[in-house]
């Protein structure tokens, strides 16, 4: 029973429009959601995140947003750079009371083309 | 600054092997975190250790899956004996756990393991 699910295992973009990566959660006790980035031959790097206290979180290109009624987030990377394909895990957790572990998704491969 | 350490980065063994991957997480992090991904599952939590102790080993797939960490500087997850179904890239992850929950996970580069 997959808590996060990131339904679409690959996306592919053209160099400067927009990258948009989607993620859905069952839980509704998650509260705190992570944006990681890999690429290959390298573990995953913190990204972004977002409180549910939040319904957006901006750093520079990349901006998360939480719909928290649709249990959905997604994290927006505008314009794309071919230095951003790689795979995007999206990850939750519980925050209050919880065990603070991450959920992650299964990912979604960003493929950026020149 | 070194982030999180992983040995070997690469391991080819034979079915039936005693496998020990290790890692050094970033120091002053009192919570390590032992990952597998796979194709098939995505990113699997296998265990958790916080300041030392193991605190939730439910993910460990079976009992040929063992993890220590002796103090806080190391850990150790060994597969004994190895099965080729055990292939994956296997992360080592700490942070930093302050009580507010709202923390971030810092991985190492991984250890992809190949049961033959």
Redesign the interface.
Known sequence: DQQVKQNSPSLSVQEGRISILNCDYTNSMFD?F?W?KKYP??????LI?I?SIKDKNEDGRFTVFLNKSAKHLSLHIVPSQPGDSAVY?CAA????G??????????TSLIVHP | DAG?IQSPRHEVTEMGQEVTLRCKPISGHNSL?WYRQTMM???E?LI?FNNNVP??DSGMPEDRFSAKMPNASFSTLKIQPSEPRDSAVY?C?SSL?FG???????????TRLLVL
């Open positions: 705190y992570l990681y031959a390298e573990g995953p790097t913190f995140s409180s895990f957790s519980e925050t209050g919880g065990s603070y572990i991450p959920t992650f998704g299964r990912g | 999180v975190f599952r995505g990113l939590l958790y605190i939730d992360f992850a756990r507010g929950g709202q923390e971030t996970q810092y991985f190492g580069p991984g």
